[in-house]
């Protein structure tokens, strides 16, 4: 009899001690994909995150786990106590029960909890945008569909992490926050969400009936838009300009092409370009006329010819002239001697061409 009192008080123990958190039951499109958010305590935050397919724990098999790749994909984020699973290309056969799980040690159970993924060409609930952004104190809408079997079923907007649900009507969150919930009761309701505070981030899903489509909600500060607003703008177009688009004035001056900024970068620009090329010209010129120079100097100026006179006096220096002759007349050559020499030699020379 203690023995079974015993077992018993094991399985309450280890039963009390589960504490993860995620969807019942959901539906996906067939080639599509799905993101499944398993909420964790925060004790596991260094264990190993696992996803696991079958019916019974104990024979499940392991196709995805933190920090390895397999057929989906496990992210960790310990600092939410969270971690989610990809599931993307599903076919029909992957239908069936899995697991969000995490292995304990010696001192810890194992902490997991089981849901149903059914994969199908028209799916019984979804959402076209599984993720979803706004900023402080502003507002969000997030539509939700459901088949024509599920049109009478209680349609709910739910957050993960305290398991608080909003129903038809209008409830209110806090004092700057609300949630409503307006259904056309035909295929889809709205969920709209006004004076979003920053701890409104997080996991949520809609449900209709027993089935569930989870959605993603990042609120951000006013600055943080603003900067990545203008981060973004930056990259795209230039700084004179960046203004006038954000605020689509077109008056804005800085993009005025009358600009005086615009004028004299213009300015430098023709002066850095033209410079160096009148420079490059001028050189040109200069050694052009050198060169012309040069040659008018050999033209003009005829071939020197010395002769030395032989003799016990002194050394002269005789000039020759050349004087091109008429036609058929030869070439003359004439010497001339310095005065005071006593005689005049004169030479003639027959050039042959």
């Not at 984020?77 to 599931?87: E, G, N, R």
């Not at 850095?272 to 090329?277: D, I, M």
């Not at 009148?278 to 040109?284: D, E, F, H, I, K």
Request: aromatic share 10%.
């Amino acid at each position: 009899m203690a023995r079974p009192l015993i077992l018993f008080g094991v399985l309450l123990y280890t039963a009390g001690t589960l504490s993860m958190k995620t969807l019942d039951r959901v539906t996906v499109r067939e080639g599509g994909s799905i993101t499944i958010p398993c909420l964790y305590d925060n004790q596991y935050k260094q264990n190993t995150k696992y996803w696991c397919e079958g019916y019974f724990w104990n024979y499940c098999k392991i196709t995805a786990s933190t920090n390895a790749i397999g057929k989906w994909t496990i992210t960790d984020y310990p600092a939410d106590s969270i971690f989610t699973v990809k599931l993307h290309n599903l076919k029909s056969s992957d239908s069936g029960y899995y697991w969000c799980a995490i292995i304990g040690n010696h001192a810890e159970p194992d902490d997991r909890k089981y849901l149903y993924v059914t994969v199908k060409k028209a799916p019984d609930v979804f959402v076209v945008n599984s993720s979803v952004s706004g900023h402080e104190g502003g507002d969000i809408s997030v539509q939700c569909f459901y088949s024509s079997g599920y049109k009478n079923e209680v349609k709910q907007w739910c957050r993960y992490k305290d398991q608080s649900c909003y129903t038809v009507g209008r409830t209110n969150t806090s004092q700057n926050s609300s949630v409503q919930i307006s259904d056309d009761g035909r295929k889809s309701f709205t969920v709209l969400m006004t004076g979003l505070r920053l701890t409104d981030s997080g996991w949520y899903y809609c449900s209709a009936g027993d089935l569930q489509a989870p959605v993603q909600l990042l609120v951000q500060r006013d600055n943080e838009s603003k900067s990545m607003s203008e981060s973004d703008d930056a990259g795209q177009f230039p700084s004179t300009c960046k203004n006038q688009t954000a605020s689509k004035d077109s008056e804005d001056s800085k993009c005025s092409p009358n600009d005086p900024s615009d004028q004299m970068d213009w300015i430098f620009l023709l002066l850095y370009t033209a410079v160096p090329l009148l420079l490059l010209l001028m050189l040109v010129l200069v050694i052009w006329r050198l060169v012309q120079k040069h040659n008018g100097a050999l033209t003009k100026r005829g071939p020197d010819i010395c002769s030395v006179a032989e003799g016990q006096k002194a050394v002269t220096y005789d000039t020759v002239v050349f004087k091109k002759a008429k036609k058929h007349e030869p070439n003359q050559v004439s010497i001339s001697h310095s005065p005071e020499q006593f005689e005049v030699i004169y030479s003639t020379l027959n050039l042959h061409q």
